[in-house]
């Protein structure tokens, strides 16, 4: 069982910066691709970011030049970096990862509970 814990969230006037961290813990056998997905209220939960584990990076348009993602693999880590935030960058941001399921045999995704971060204008 892998569990993936986000921190870093929180409240920040636009044009600030956040950094979020997302950790996972647990049986880890392998872990591919890590990433960021979010979602705004009453909207659907969209892509934001991805790292695989070779650091080849993807990013939503919405986010190129603002946000950056990077991971440490010896701690299990994925972090984005976000600046120059806007008011319509409020969501809730969700980790997320792929993980190598020893019963399964094969990568499962696994999903953080979500980090909440607000932009005020």
């Known amino acids: 069982q892998v569990q993936l814990v986000e921190s870093g969230g929180g409240l920040v006037q636009a044009g600030g910066s956040l950094r979020l961290s997302c950790a996972a813990s647990g049986s880890i056998f392998g872990i591919d691709a890590m990433g960021w997905h979010r979602q705004a209220p009453r909207k659907q939960r969209e892509f934001v970011a991805a790292?695989?584990?070779?650091?080849?990076?993807n990013y939503a348009d919405s986010v190129k030049g603002s946000f950056t993602i990077s991971r440490d693999n010896a701690k299990h880590t994925v972090y984005s970096e976000m600046n120059s935030l806007k008011p319509e960058d409020t969501a809730v941001y969700y980790c997320n990862a792929r993980v190598f399921s020893i019963a399964w045999g094969q990568y499962l995704a696994v999903w953080g509970q979500g980090t909440l971060v607000t932009v005020s204008s």
């Open positions: 790292i695989t584990s070779g650091g080849s990076t």
